[in-house]
């Protein structure tokens, strides 16, 4: 690596003496690393969002920090793996179903950015809490977004502020799923049969399993902020060039008729139909690629260590660029090209894509992503076709790419 490198370089966010890792090479580092060398680092604006400061979630001991790591509930009882997510298809589906039925059909224009994010979060709302509440819903999407935009803010809680707003939907949010965690753990007092992650996350924590109180609703507002962010941009940015490209939209057509086909008598999705959507999630893979669904994680180096020519002092923060790659053109020829191809046969290069993380810490939730991201997309292409109304639309957002107009929609019902 050449000493001034633009894959590695020093600067200060959030107050912090900070180092920017970029590039595949960087990626493997940070993966192949942890907890050896550097932890997981949260903005002191994230830690008093979710009450870290209160729960175990801050932990100065590498050592305990992979333990947490590795054996936290939905690590440890696999509630996210495709078999625990899996268990759950049919309702997702249904819920995708009811929702295309009452806010799509008999529309001749849509905007997507709202609907899509009102939907991933009734999903989320089910999976997670096992709470089927459209309305509820609806009503906590503002909520979430000013909760997204604050988790790396300047923590100044003044009225008006970014953080201000974020810790106000914090509280409501908080509000929710206490009131939930209450009604399950009495349901589960009784004896109910009850299936969703709270309630897996609830018995855990009854056994003894290490998890408090306050880490439930953290870990839940975490996981379900998680899923909404990255999921909602995901399927939007999907459907806008899908709208611009015919000939994707007829390979995805295609594909997703010919599963509908292959199903038979059976109405409901399974894992072998999503195993056989291979074009579908490439087109989510060079989505994710064009318009990354998550924002850069932060590390704290545990120890000096040296990377290329650098040596990174004990303490510094490492801002993990993890999309750094993907408009490279040394791994991604002609990148600003929406090509699902680079992610056909062999695909990228090893650490090039990483928009999951990697190491220890890759997302949980990206099998939970995977499978709504597909369901959601076949429901919608076995209904209609669509064009955008503004091609051009511009893309804003701070931490994640947001369509300016909210991508306005024509529907043509097939």
Not at 11 to 30: M, Q, R, W, Y
Not at 297 to 305: H, I
């Amino acid at each position: 690596m050449k000493k001034y490198s633009s894959e590695v370089f020093k600067t200060s966010i959030l107050e912090e003496p900070t180092i920017v890792f970029c590039g595949p090479d960087a990626n493997k580092h940070i993966s192949a690393n942890e907890p050896k060398l550097v932890k997981v680092w949260y903005p002191k604006s994230q830690i008093s969002l979710f009450n870290m400061h209160l729960g175990k979630y801050q932990s100065p001991n590498p050592s305990t920090e992979m333990k947490k790591v590795t054996n936290s509930p939905v690590r440890m009882m696999g509630l996210l793996k495709p078999e625990g997510v899996m268990k759950h298809l049919g309702k997702i589906e249904s819920i995708t179903k009811q929702h295309i039925r009452t806010q799509w059909e008999g529309k001749e224009e849509v905007k997507v950015f709202m609907l899509v994010k009102a939907l991933v979060l009734n999903l989320s709302c089910q999976f997670f809490l096992g709470l089927d509440d459209p309305d509820l819903a609806s009503k906590l999407v503002v909520k979430f977004d000013h909760l997204q935009h604050g988790v790396q803010s300047v923590p100044v809680n003044f009225p008006g502020t970014t953080y201000n707003r974020a810790l106000k939907a914090a509280a409501t949010i908080r509000e929710e799923i206490q009131l939930i965690i209450k009604e399950k753990c009495d349901a589960l007092t009784k004896g109910a049969v009850v299936e969703d992650i709270l309630a897996d996350i609830i018995v855990a924590e009854q056994a003894g399993r290490s998890v408090s109180n306050v880490d439930i609703y953290s870990m839940i507002m975490g996981l379900m902020l998680a899923s909404y962010m990255s999921v909602s941009n995901v399927i939007t940015f999907m459907i806008k060039h899908i709208g611009q490209r015919p000939d994707i939209y007829q390979k995805i057509a295609s594909e997703q008729t010919e599963i509908s086909r292959s199903r038979g008598s059976c109405k409901t999705l399974d894992w072998e139909s999503i195993q056989k959507m291979k074009y579908t999630w490439a087109v989510a893979q060079e989505t994710m690629r064009l318009h990354p669904p998550t924002p850069s994680p932060f590390r704290e180096a545990v120890a000096d260590f040296t990377f290329g020519a650098f040596t990174i002092p004990k303490g510094w923060k490492i801002l993990w660029a993890v999309n750094a790659a993907n408009m490279s053109p040394e791994y991604f020829p002609d990148p600003e090209n929406f090509d699902p191809s680079r992610f056909e046969g062999n695909g990228p290069a090893p650490y090039t894509f990483v928009p999951f993380g990697g190491g220890p810490r890759t997302c949980p939730g990206k099998d939970y992503a995977r499978i709504v991201i597909l369901t959601v997309i076949h429901n919608l292409v076995t209904k209609f076709k669509w064009e955008v109304l503004f091609p051009d639309e511009k893309i804003t957002g701070t931490m994640l790419p947001i369509p300016a107009k909210g991508l306005p929609i024509r529907l043509h019902p097939i």
